[in-house]
């Protein structure tokens, strides 16, 4: 996320909060602040990256 001067801890533990509603308590979610979002070939922003690797290497 890029922070604003308003965003605070209570807003880390909302996006916590509502991804493992999402997709479960035992997913690990790290909110990380960073100066810009790249975005795609297509002009958009990805909202979440996996980390998970998928076994195939």
Request: hydrophobic share 35%.
């Amino acid at each position: 996320m890029v922070p604003t001067e308003e965003f605070g801890n209570a807003d880390v533990e909302d996006i916590v909060r509502r991804v493992q509603q999402r997709l479960g308590k035992e997913v690990k979610v790290m909110v990380e602040p960073v100066q810009e979002i790249p975005r795609t070939r297509a002009g958009k922003f990805r909202m979440v990256i996996s980390r998970v690797s998928d076994g195939q290497s």
